[in-house]
Each structure stands twice: as structure tokens, then as C-alpha cells.
């Protein structure tokens, strides 16, 4: 691999942006945070200034013209995603997009097809997947410690629902829970079991004080061998992201599935034999991980681990989810 860095382009001042992923590229070895674009060029050059990023666009379309950029993360709005992702391909760069990739699955298919057109890669930012636990736990599963599984369950709530005016409580612009957090539950059933569901069965709590979003969902999701994700997500409850995987003979339980902010809390815990051990997870940076993973597959060092085709398929589950919820019926995949 070149010792060159990567440069990358933020397309936008999003929080998750600011928070998490830029900090993310700024500890890696393999990116830079190279140029950042808002609407607005006066709060641009504020974050740069913020954040030691030595560019500054007030459009999106001037940081996409920067031919000096290799990568775009976007984490702007779910409604513009298929659009800032195809006009990135169209310019040539690598793209990670922020989760859900779309509003359903047909945007999604767009999406990829564009990148495969322009020849370039695009990601999903499920940044929980590259933490080492998930293939220390896919390896305790496979060893068979906890013999077959039989159910496995999750949740991701927070409460948020006070400020109104929240990207997340526009109906039109791809809000509610299902999208925000809900697709995370999903996607690590479906990376844990290694398989497609069949099904999906959902109850949600659409709130009309928040442009009728769901605020709060719970569902089933059914996979083969009669193996069921149940799960919740919520906007509008208490703060929580466990993860558990029910086997014959034991268990796995992640306290904190999807979030690992402080050395420890990462660890998760496996019953295996009437025994319950705690399991000591290195302490790394998700968003580090991710990016740099990304890195490695656009030097042609290593494949990708999670392609358009997973993209694509968590999509459909999401699309189904919703349908489910506002039908109020099982919907089959």
C-alpha cells in the first residue's frame, strides 16, 4: 500500500460528522479529513477552523470539483443520499454513506449502479461491524460454545424527541426510528446469522407531533430454521443498545451492541457450560476502523468486506419493515 494518505471531503456539518467520523479519520494512518462543505460558507469555514481541516467550500458541488479529493462521506439527510452519492460517483470519488444508504431499495439500486458505472466504491456506514468483537463473536457462534442458535434480540432506543426540529422527525426526509436506528439491529442479525429473512412483522408508534414518523418500533423478523430477530428502536425512550444471542447451551450478551466510546465498552459476556465469562474486547475506534478498511479495499489490499449487495439487501428488510408497520401486517421478503 502507498504511505499516501487518502484525502477525504465531508459533504456537509452533520453532528454525526463533526462527533464521530471526522475525529475517526483524524487517528487513522491510512485517511486525512482533507475538505469540508456546507450550504452555508461562513459555518463550513467554522467547522474546518474547529476541526484542523485545511479546506472549506460553501456548495457541495465546489468540494466535489476538488480534484485533489479521493473519497466523499456524506451524512447528510436520508432524502439526499441517492442524489450527493451518484454526483460523487459521477466525479470520480470513493463514497461512504451514511446509514440507511437510501429511502428504500430501488434508490439504493441506483446507487450502486452508478458507482459501478463511474468505477468506484461505495460504502455503508455501519461503522459497529468492523469493531473486532463482531468477528470474535461470528467465531464463538461458528466454534458452537453455544450450540445452536435459537433467537436473537436487540434494541437501540434514545430520547430525542424534544427537539422538534430534528432532520430525524421529517416524514419526507426519510425520517423515524426504523431508519435512524432500527436498521442497526437488523443488519447485525442478518451479519451474525449469515442469511436473509423471510419475513418481518412490526408495530410502530407514529407520532403526529413529529410529522408522523415512527418514534418507537418493534418488531419480528423471521429467518430460516425458525430463528427470529425480535427487536425495538425508539427516538422516544430511554437510552439503550444491548445485543443478545440465544443458543441451546448458552449465551452471548453485548451490553453495548452498537456504540463503544470507552475502553471496556466493548466487552460482552458468553455463558457457555453453566459458566458466564466476560470477554475482553481491545479498545479501537469503530469509525477509525471503517474508514480504514475502506482505505485498504480502494488500494486493492483487501476486498470488501460489506458490498452494495449487503447495502441493497439490509435495504429491503428496512422497506419491508415499514410497510409492515404502517399496515399493520407481516410482510414476506
Not at 474547529?50 to 480534484?67: C, H, K, M, T, V
Not at 439527510?77 to 428504500?104: M, Q, S, V, Y
Not at 468477528?135 to 458452537?144: E, F, L, P, Q, V
Given at each position: 500500500?502507498?504511505?499516501?494518505?487518502?484525502?477525504?471531503g465531508i459533504?456537509?456539518?452533520?453532528g454525526?460528522?463533526?462527533r464521530a467520523v471526522?475525529p475517526?479519520?483524524?487517528?487513522s494512518?491510512?485517511n486525512?479529513?482533507?475538505?469540508?462543505?456546507?450550504r452555508?460558507?461562513?459555518?463550513?469555514k467554522?467547522?474546518a477552523?474547529?476541526?484542523?481541516?485545511?479546506?472549506?467550500y460553501?456548495?457541495?458541488?465546489?468540494?466535489?470539483?476538488?480534484?485533489?479529493l479521493?473519497?466523499?462521506?456524506i451524512p447528510l439527510?436520508n432524502?439526499?443520499h441517492?442524489?450527493?452519492?451518484?454526483?460523487a460517483?459521477?466525479?470520480g470519488?470513493?463514497?461512504?454513506?451514511e446509514?440507511?444508504?437510501?429511502l428504500n431499495?430501488?434508490?439504493?439500486?441506483?446507487m450502486?449502479?452508478?458507482?459501478?458505472?463511474?468505477?468506484?466504491?461505495?460504502?455503508?456506514?455501519?461503522?459497529?461491524r468492523?469493531h473486532?468483537?463482531?468477528a470474535?463473536?461470528?467465531?464463538?457462534?461458528?466454534?458452537?460454545?453455544?450450540g445452536?442458535?435459537?433467537?436473537?434480540?436487540s434494541?437501540?432506543?434514545?430520547n430525542?424527541a424534544?427537539?422538534?426540529?430534528?432532520?430525524?422527525?421529517?416524514?419526507?426526509?426519510g425520517?423515524?426510528?426504523?431508519?435512524d436506528?432500527?436498521c442497526y439491529?437488523?443488519?447485525a442479525a442478518?451479519?451474525?446469522?449469515?442469511?436473509?429473512p423471510?419475513?418481518v412483522?412490526?408495530?410502530?408508534?407514529?407520532?403526529?407531533?413529529?410529522?408522523?414518523?415512527?418514534m418507537?418500533?418493534?418488531?419480528l423478523?423471521?429467518f430460516?430454521?425458525?430463528?427470529s430477530?425480535?427487536?425495538?428502536?425508539?427516538?422516544?425512550?430511554?437510552?439503550?443498545?444491548?445485543?443478545?444471542?440465544?443458543?441451546?447451551?448458552?449465551?452471548?450478551?453485548?451490553p453495548?451492541?452498537?456504540?463503544?466510546?470507552?475502553?471496556?465498552?466493548?466487552?460482552f459476556?458468553?455463558?457457555?457450560?453453566?459458566e458466564?465469562?466476560?470477554?475482553?474486547?481491545?479498545h479501537?475506534?469503530a469509525y477509525?476502523?471503517?474508514?480504514?478498511?475502506?482505505?485498504?479495499?480502494?488500494?486493492?489490499?483487501?476486498?470488501?468486506?460489506?458490498?452494495t449487495?449487503?447495502?441493497l439487501?439490509n435495504m429491503?428488510v428496512?422497506?419491508?419493515?415499514l410497510?409492515?408497520?404502517r399496515?399493520?401486517s407481516?410482510?414476506?421478503?
Amino acid at each position: 500500500m502507498t504511505s499516501k494518505k487518502l484525502k477525504w471531503g465531508i459533504l456537509g456539518c452533520a453532528g454525526i460528522a463533526k462527533r464521530a467520523v471526522i475525529p475517526g479519520l483524524q487517528l487513522s494512518g491510512l485517511n486525512e479529513a482533507a475538505a469540508i462543505a456546507s450550504r452555508d460558507l461562513d459555518n463550513a469555514k467554522r467547522t474546518a477552523e474547529e476541526l484542523n481541516i485545511p479546506a472549506a467550500y460553501g456548495s457541495y458541488e465546489e468540494l466535489l470539483a476538488d480534484d485533489s479529493l479521493d473519497v466523499i462521506y456524506i451524512p447528510l439527510p436520508n432524502h439526499l443520499h441517492r442524489e450527493w452519492t451518484i454526483r460523487a460517483a459521477e466525479a470520480g470519488k470513493h463514497i461512504l454513506c451514511e446509514k440507511p444508504l437510501a429511502l428504500n431499495e430501488k434508490e439504493a439500486a441506483e446507487m450502486a449502479e452508478a458507482c459501478a458505472k463511474a468505477g468506484v466504491l461505495l460504502s455503508e456506514a455501519f461503522m459497529y461491524r468492523y469493531h473486532p468483537r463482531y468477528a470474535m463473536i461470528k467465531d464463538i457462534i461458528a466454534s458452537g460454545q453455544i450450540g445452536e442458535v435459537r433467537a436473537i434480540r436487540s434494541a437501540f432506543t434514545f430520547n430525542n424527541a424534544g427537539d422538534k426540529k430534528n432532520v430525524r422527525y421529517r416524514k419526507d426526509w426519510g425520517g423515524g426510528s426504523i431508519y435512524d436506528v432500527g436498521c442497526y439491529p437488523i443488519n447485525a442479525a442478518r451479519l451474525l446469522l449469515g442469511q436473509e429473512p423471510q419475513a418481518v412483522t412490526v408495530q410502530a408508534l407514529f407520532s403526529q407531533e413529529h410529522d408522523d414518523v415512527d418514534m418507537m418500533a418493534s418488531g419480528l423478523i423471521e429467518f430460516d430454521n425458525a430463528v427470529s430477530l425480535s427487536f425495538d428502536c425508539g427516538m422516544w425512550a430511554a437510552f439503550r443498545n444491548p445485543l443478545e444471542v440465544l443458543g441451546s447451551e448458552g449465551i452471548i450478551e453485548v451490553p453495548s451492541a452498537y456504540v463503544t466510546p470507552n475502553p471496556g465498552s466493548g466487552n460482552f459476556f458468553v455463558t457457555a457450560q453453566g459458566e458466564r465469562k466476560e470477554i475482553e474486547v481491545p479498545h479501537v475506534n469503530a469509525y477509525t476502523e471503517q474508514a480504514d478498511h475502506l482505505a485498504r479495499a480502494i488500494a486493492g489490499d483487501a476486498a470488501m468486506r460489506f458490498d452494495t449487495v449487503d447495502a441493497l439487501a439490509n435495504m429491503r428488510v428496512i422497506d419491508a419493515c415499514l410497510e409492515s408497520a404502517r399496515t399493520r401486517s407481516r410482510i414476506t421478503i
